[in-house]
C-alpha cells in the first residue's frame, strides 16, 4: 500500500485473500507502531510484518506473515518504491490516487498470487506499455466501428428519405393522371 503518514491508504493492492475492512484496519494501525527515534525498514507485531519505506510524506508499507523472507520483502519494498516514481510526477496524495490503476497494473507484475515475480523496472515498464498497446489497438477497432456504423445510419436515412420522396411524387403523379382522368371523362360528356 501507499498510504499517509496517518495510515490512510492511497492505494491498496492485496495478493492474498483479505477482507477490506483488515486491511484498512492494518494500515490504521501501522502509525502507532512506529518508533520514530529507530531508523528501521520493518515493524512487527504478533500476527504480521509491516515492512516499510518512507517518501516524504507518504509510506510504501508492505504487510506480510512474520515467517516471510525479510530481505525478499525489501527487495520487493524497493521494486515498489520505484515504481511509483515511473508513473507520478509527485510523490503526493493526489498525483498518486491519478495515477492509482497504472500502479497497481505495475504491482500486479511484481507480485502474482502472493510470491514475488523475478522482474525488473524495464521488464514492467515493458509489461504494462504492451497492455496500453492492446488498449489502444481495441480503442481504434472500436472507433472505427462506430465510424462505420454511423456512415451506415447516414446511408439508411438517405434511403429512407429518397423512398420517401418518391413515393410522394409517384403519390401526387398517381392523383394526377387521376385527375386528368377525370376531367378528360367530363369533356367527353360536354363533347358528344
Known amino acids: ?48 510484518r509491516y515492512v516499510y519505506q518512507p517518501m516524504e510524506k507518504l509510506y510504501m508499507v508492505l504487510i506480510t506473515t512474520k515467517n516471510s523472507n525479510i530481505l525478499e520483502d525489501l527487495e520487493t519494498l524497493r521494486l515498489f518504491s520505484r515504481v511509483i516514481p515511473e508513473y507520478c510526477r509527485a510523490l503526493e496524495e493526489n498525483e498518486i490516487s491519478e495515477h492509482c490503476f497504472d500502479l497497481i497494473f505495475a504491482f500486479d507484475e511484481i507480485v502474482a498470487l502472493g510470491y514475488r515475480e523475478n522482474v525488473n523496472l524495464a521488464q514492467i515498464r515493458t509489461f504494462t506499455e504492451m497492455d496500453s498497446h492492446e488498449e489502444k489497438v481495441f480503442r481504434a477497432v472500436r472507433e472505427t ?39 378528360a371523362q367530363l369533356l367527353l360528356y360536354f363533347n358528344p
Do not use: Y
Open 145 to 183: 466501428q462506430e465510424r462505420e456504423a454511423k456512415a451506415e445510419m447516414r446511408r439508411k436515412a438517405k434511403e429512407l428519405q429518397q423512398a420517401r420522396r418518391d413515393a410522394e411524387r409517384q403519390a401526387s403523379q398517381s392523383a394526377g393522371i387521376t385527375g386528368m382522368s377525370h376531367h
Open 1 to 48: 500500500a501507499v498510504c499517509t503518514k496517518a495510515g490512510k491508504a492511497i492505494v491498496s493492492r492485496q495478493f492474498v485473500e483479505m477482507t477490506r475492512t483488515r486491511i484498512e484496519g492494518l494500515l490504521a494501525a501501522f502509525p502507532k507502531l512506529m518508533n520514530t527515534g529507530k531508523q528501521h525498514t520493518f515493524v512487527e507485531t504478533e500476527s504480521v
